[in-house]
Nanobody, 124 residues
Framework: EVQLVESGGGLVQPGGSLRLSCAASGFTFSGYYMGWFRQASGKEREGVAAIGRDGSTYYPNSVKGRFTISKDNADNILHLQMIRLKPEDTAMYCC??????????????????WGQGTQVTVSS
């Protein structure tokens, strides 16, 4: 069974840090590109980080310098390290995987496999 299971979310104060993890199973992890997306209440789902099969990484300006995506092909785990968190980072965060030839890194349409998500709340 193909599965993506996120963990690591929670409540954190502004300026704090969190590390999200996404455990993958049921598919050849190393053969997929991966991404992290978030959806805040009342807003569209947006890509916040992506990593290619070659390790190339992509971020929108809103999180560049604060978020870092990494992929452990040995343990089939995707991580998202988040620092200097802001209240506007509050959202449900999901990991996703895909392997199509034409890949737009931060576009949700490029991903076929999705996890259920983990909630991140940034508040004092």
């Amino acid at each position: 069974e193909v599965q993506l299971v996120e963990s690591g979310g929670g409540l954190v104060q502004p300026g704090g840090s969190l590390r999200l993890s996404c455990a993958a199973s049921g598919f050849t992890f190393s053969g997929y590109y991966m991404g992290w997306f978030r959806q805040a209440s009342g807003k569209e789902r947006e890509g916040v980080a992506a990593i290619g099969r070659d390790g190339s990484t992509y971020y929108p300006n809103s999180v560049k310098g604060r978020f870092t995506i990494s992929k452990d092909n040995a343990d089939n785990i995707l991580h998202l390290q988040m620092i200097r968190l802001k209240p506007e980072d509050t959202a449900m965060y999901c990991c996703a995987a895909g392997r199509w030839a034409s890949w737009i890194p931060l576009s949700r349409g490029s991903y076929a496999l999705w996890g259920q998500g983990t909630q991140v709340t940034v508040s004092s």
